[in-house]
């Protein structure tokens, strides 16, 4: 049996029941979280909705195990005062669109409602752009059908690998982003019908850092160039992060040599509640020359045991300055 095979097809199996049972069919209608995405994306996947990788459906089932760990806990504190899967009609005359918001916690007597949406995987320092254009179209949606209400929100961000959690809070309804955004899901669902009937149109393009993870990159008029201007300040922020971890390490490393030679002088010795103490492992080495000599006396070499092998690395050097041409 080959149980990547098995795990892929069974995941992809039950991703799109759940997709079914909570979200219907996503191709009649734009949901909250497309609309923070690259237009192109959202579209393109309603057309060509091609296969999930393992990892992808992996990430999908981590997170429905993420909301059912916060409504576990949060049942076993005691509240009982929330709904999930709120779903909120915001169709417009031009757009057939629904909400379907994680957590909505209602506190009756103080007229507040309150919005949790839950997300999983490593923790951003701030919010995506994207998961804060989705809170707000579920504000804005939860504020009109509920008038009488108070609404708030708040992103849940865990990361099961680490064990770590981020509560990002404060947030109201803003009906100014609210008609914005939903102004946006309008020209995607009309750039949506438009290609299903065959309209030649360019999709609206948002190059950004889950673009690798787009099906449809290869395909990308963005991406069609050598080179994209619209990476601009991710490549900045990355360089500039590659410079304080080489200085980071290199602090690390003179630090650790210090406390080893303390160690060494000492001896073992506790401080900041860490036991600090000198470790020697032994590991088993090829003695190469003695190898060399006893293949070549049997008529062979190291060579003729040797395969090549390949892996993959991120290169990033400085692009030369591109020169004008000469009229």
């Known amino acids: 049996m080959d149980i ?17 049972e909570t979200l219907g069919d996503r191709r009649n ?32 089932q981590r997170g429905h195990m993420t909301e059912d760990i916060v409504a576990a806990a949060f049942t076993a504190a005691g509240f009982s005062n929330f709904e999930r899967q709120v779903e909120v009609d915001i169709s417009t005359d031009k757009l057939p ?36 254009s989705q809170l707000y179209l579920q504000m804005g949606a939860l ?6 209400y108070m609404v708030k929100g708040a992103v849940l961000s865990l990361d099961l690998g680490d064990g770590d959690a981020a509560f990002f809070n404060g947030y109201t309804p803003q009906d100014t982003l609210y008609n914005g955004l939903l102004q946006r899901a309008e020209s995607i669902w009309n750039d949506y019908q438009q290609s299903l009937k065959g ?58 040599k210090i406390l080893l030679t303390m160690v060494r002088a000492r001896g073992n010795f506790r401080a900041g509640g860490y036991l600090l103490k000198k470790t020697t492992r032994t590991r088993q080495n090829l003695d190469m020359t003695s190898l060399d000599i006893f293949l070549a006396d049997n008529g062979t070499s190291i060579s003729e045991f040797q ?13 030369p300055k591109e ?4 009229n």
């Open 4 to 20: 990547r095979n098995t795990l892929q097809n069974s995941l992809q199996l039950l991703s799109k029941q759940h997709t079914k």
């Open 29 to 60: 209608y734009l949901g909250a979280s497309d609309v923070g995405h690259c237009p192109r994306k959202v579209i393109l996947e309603r057309i060509y909705p091609g296969e999930h990788d393992l990892a992808t459906l992996l990430r999908f």
């Open 97 to 132: 669109a629904l909400v379907h918001i994680d957590f909505v916690f209602t506190a009756q007597q103080k007229k507040i409602k309150s919005i949790l949406e839950v997300k999983s995987g490593k923790i951003p320092d701030q919010p995506y752009s994207s998961w804060e």
């Open 143 to 148: 504020a009109k059908k509920y008038p009488d």
């Open 199 to 256: 309209q030649k149109i360019e999709l609206k393009t948002e190059p950004g850092p889950l673009c690798g993870f787009c099906n449809h990159i290869r395909t990308c008029p963005r991406f069609a160039a050598d080179d994209i201007p619209e990476m601009d300040d991710f490549i900045a922020d990355f360089q500039e992060l590659r410079e304080k971890e080489k200085k980071y390490k290199e602090k690390v490393a003179i630090q650790k």
């Open 307 to 319: 395969e090549p092998s390949t892996f993959s690395f991120l290169d990033i050097k400085k692009a």
């Open 323 to 326: 020169i004008a041409p000469v």
